[in-house]
Nanobody
Framework: QVQLVESGGGLVQAGGSLRLNCAASGRTFSIDAMGWFRQAPGQEGEFAAAITWNSGRTYYADSVKGRFTISRDDAKNTAYLQMDSLKPEDTAVYYC???????????????????WGQGTQVTVSS
């Protein structure tokens, strides 16, 4: 099992920036990808970004491409989501997820991930 703890959420004005952190513990050697998903009130959850652990290949939803940057620090077992040019529609609870087993599910699908954090609130005011 891998435990994930998100941090870095908060309240920011439109156009501002935030950096989310996702610290992993436990069987971290088994992580081969990490992703960020978000869920706004009354809406379904959606994929935001993902990164493969070994190669660092990144994936982004069209809605965040060019504004969000995902990265990871192997030594710290931590993934980051740098969010710039934030918009009110980015307001959501952001969840970190880790993939530790083989799956044919796409990187942007929640089914690809088997470990989830508790989420951190991001609120963007207009």
């Amino acid at each position: 099992q891998v435990q994930l703890v998100e941090s870095g959420g908060g309240l920011v004005q439109a156009g501002g920036s935030l950096r989310l952190n996702c610290a992993a513990s436990g069987r971290t050697f088994s992580i081969d990808a990490m992703g960020w998903f978000r869920q706004a009130p009354g809406q379904e959850g959606e994929f935001a970004a993902a990164i493969t652990w070994n190669s660092g290949r990144t994936y982004y939803a069209d809605s965040v491409k060019g504004r969000f940057t995902i990265s990871r620090d192997d030594a710290k077992n931590t993934a980051y989501l740098q969010m710039d040019s934030l918009k009110p529609e980015d307001t959501a609870v952001y969840y970190c997820a880790a993939r530790t087993r083989f799956t044919i599910a796409a990187m942007g699908s929640p089914r690809a991930y088997d470990n989830w954090g508790q989420g951190t609130q991001v609120t963007v005011s207009s």
